[in-house]
């Protein structure tokens, strides 16, 4: 859980991107999961969007996580250049199950199907 000290020397932003940053290298947060938005991230943590806007494009600069327009913030693999190429194949996958209205079970169906499980 993620939690700002108004008090603490470093800055809000700063406090963020390194807790955030800490949650990936532990597991806490695996590569694919979505991050809040902003806003929501913001009222959460009572500060001002503009503080997490600057921690996501600090995160995101350094590779931790991806911006993927309208859906949203999400955590990168690290290290790993063929989970990565992975992760971007379920994005895909993800994405067009959603735009076509598919059930996610169904779609699990259909990948267990395509790997042959």
């Not at 597991?27 to 809040?36: F, I, S, V, Y």
């Not at 993800?94 to 079970?105: F, I, Y």
């Amino acid at each position: 859980m993620i939690t700002i000290d108004p008090a603490a020397s470093a800055p809000p932003f700063e406090q963020l991107r390194v807790q955030i940053i800490d949650a990936i290298a532990s597991g806490e947060l695996p590569a694919g999961d979505k991050l809040p938005t902003v806003r929501r991230l913001a009222a959460d943590l009572e500060i001002a969007p503009g503080t997490v806007a600057r921690a996501y494009r600090e995160l995101e600069t350094a590779g931790f996580i991806e911006t993927r327009g309208r859906n949203g913030t999400f955590v990168r693999a690290q290290g790993d250049v063929r989970m990565q190429q992975a992760q971007d194949a379920a994005a895909g996958f993800a994405s067009q199950v959603r735009a076509l209205r598919l059930d996610p079970g169904d779609a699990l169906e259909l990948v267990k199907r395509a790997l042959h499980l």
